[in-house]
Structure formats: C-alpha cells, structure tokens
C-alpha cells in the first residue's frame, strides 16, 4: 500500500503539482546551481527575500518557507552532504534531510510532497545508495504519517529513476 503513493517522475521540480516541492539547497539557503538555482530562478525574488530570514540551514536539517511563483505551495529547503567517501557519516546525514523533510511536512499539514535527488549532482553523493536512503526514508514516513498521500521522487535523468526503480525493488 505504501509504495503506490511514490511516484517516480522524470521532469523539471519546478512544474510539479504537490504541497510541497524539496530544494536540495546549500547552506546559505540563496540559491546556487543545479536544482537549487531552478528553483530560486522559477520561485522568484520572493524565496530569496524570504531565505535571507532564516540565517542558513546546517546539512541535515531542512526549513519551510513560501512557494511564491511555483506551482507548490511551499519549498522545503534541506542541506544534503558532501560525498566524501562514505566515512563521513554522509548516509546518516542525507536520512536525516529527508526525516526533517517528512517531519516539517507532518507539522504543516501537507499531503504531498516532490524530492529531487537530493546531494546526487554537485555534491557527488553515489546515486544507487542515494536513492536506498530515499526509498527507505520515503516507505518510512508514508507508514507513519497517514495524512502523507502523495511522494513524487523527481529525477533528473533516466539513470536515476533507474537507481530509484532498483531501490524500490529490494524490499518491496
């Protein structure tokens, strides 16, 4: 039951239709490249206007802010790590994004929620255990949080929504 509420999508985060899209953002939280950079140019002055309150946000951690010109009502915006090679805790670090995402998304009442593949572009995380973290994160928070209807896991090619397809596949 579970997995039917995730949804595996290869498209732009900016055009999806949810609660709530998530920004794999840097710690400044006013934009960069990648996703990050997408979302700020699609959002509009306002997000920027906005992350400048919020004083950053540490990897791991995730904040809430208006989805201003987006089709989401709101951004979550999460710091994934920096791959280092695995012995820097990056796993533990990229699980606790998405639990902040999915704990910010309870205490706001939202039902929907869309992921890029957080901390997988720039930040060099390896797709194929980036996407058993999202998976397990993801199977988790839909199991503890019935007013959860909707996980969209937006990728940003093919290989990734392959990774996601596998990890959906080992424990299913």
Known sequence: MVD??????????????????????????????????????AAGPGLLGECRKLGGCAPGDAK???????????????????W??????????L?????RCFELAAEHGLQSLAFPAISTGAYGFPGD???VIAITRTRQALADNPNLDRVVLVCFNPATRQAYEK???LNP
């Open 4 to 41: 039917e509420k995730i949804e595996l999508v290869v498209a732009d985060i900016t055009t999806i239709q949810a609660d709530a899209i998530v920004n794999a953002a840097n710690q400044s939280l006013l934009g960069g490249g990648g996703v990050d950079g997408a979302i700020h140019r």
């Open 64 to 82: 809430i802010t208006g989805g201003y010109n987006l089709p989401a009502a709101h951004v979550i915006h999460t710091v994934g790590p920096v």
């Open 84 to 93: 280092q090679g695995g012995g820097g805790n990056e796993s533990e670090l």
């Open 95 to 99: 699980g606790d994004c998405y639990r």
């Open 129 to 131: 255990k980036a996407a």
């Open 167 to 169: 990890a959906l596949n």
